[in-house]
Every structure is written in C-alpha cells, then in structure tokens.
C-alpha cells in the first residue's frame, strides 16, 4: 500500500519542529528527523532534498497555518480581539509548534525571521482593521504575546485571561 505523499512530508515536518524545539538546529539534523518520522533518509530526502529546503517547507505550513488562523480570527467577527487573546495561550497546536520551530530558526535564518515578522503584521493588521486603533490593537497583541509567553514558559496564571477580559470590558470592547 502506498504512503499518501502529503502524509508523509507532514510527518516530517512534525518531525522537524518537535526537533528543533527540543535539541535546537544542530539537534534537527537531516537523520534525526527521518529516524523521528519514522522514514528512511532516502525517503526524506525524496520530499527535502536538504535541511534547506525542510526549513523552506516548515516556514511554509507556518504561513499556512497563520493565514488559517487569521481567517478564524475574522469568522470570530465582533469577538475577533478576544478569540485572538483566547488563543493566544493555546500550546501544543500545530501553529505554537510551528511558532516555535520558526522561533528556533530565528536565531540563525533570516526567512525564519522575516516569517515571525510576517506572522505578527498580519495578527497586528486583523486586529487594527477590527478595532480601528492601531494603539489599541498594538496593546491587544501585546498582551497575547505575554500570555502566550507565560504559558509556554509555565508561568500563566489561571486567572490571567479573566483579568485582561474584565480590564477590556471597562474599555468598551
């Protein structure tokens, strides 16, 4: 029976980002995601032909995955600002794993940063067309960036959301 090709170069991808995440770049080495993946280097090799272009393909599912998330955003309509801040302290998801893997690339890979940067104006510009200030949607997406961060890093607070949503509640929104 035939592996679904697109089944396979996920599996690599997963393989990829939970590699860098746990044992950075030198970690996320071309055997190290083929044996994780549970395929052959050949097999890896099939689909990316080097770790740059595994690199280029899970920047790729992070676009993906961001203009998904943008679109959520957006069906969220006059909700969108809270969805977002809702989200934001999700982890485990495909999205925090690619934001993370992308996060690991940063430090050394200048698409992996212009992706992060990407990422971010595309959240700050659903958030601005939404609320129409862009001070505001600066401030919205500033604290999404720390609830994520603290949850991450196991710092959240159980209350943390209920806070920011009674402090947004006296602000009109």
Known sequence: MARNSTDTKEKL?????VL??????????????????????????????SKAELIK??????DQLVDEDV???KAAGDRLHM???ETS???????????IAASCLAQENDEAKDSLRKTREAWFDALNEHLGDPDLAMTVQL?????YFNQNFSLSQDEALKHV????ARLGL
């Open 57 to 62: 393909g899970s920047l790729e599912r992070l």
């Open 143 to 147: 604290i999404g960036d720390g609830m």
């Open 83 to 85: 969805y977002y801040l």
């Open 71 to 73: 679109a959520s955003m």
């Open 20 to 49: 860098l995440d746990k044992q950075g770049i030198s970690g996320a080495t071309l055997d190290a995601v083929a044996a994780k993946a549970g395929v052959s280097k050949g097999g890896l090799l099939y689909h990316y032909g």
């Open 165 to 168: 949503k009674n402090v947004l």
């Open 13 to 17: 991808l997963d393989a990829f980002d």
């Open 89 to 99: 302290a999700e982890t485990g998801t495909p999205l925090d794993r690619s934001l």
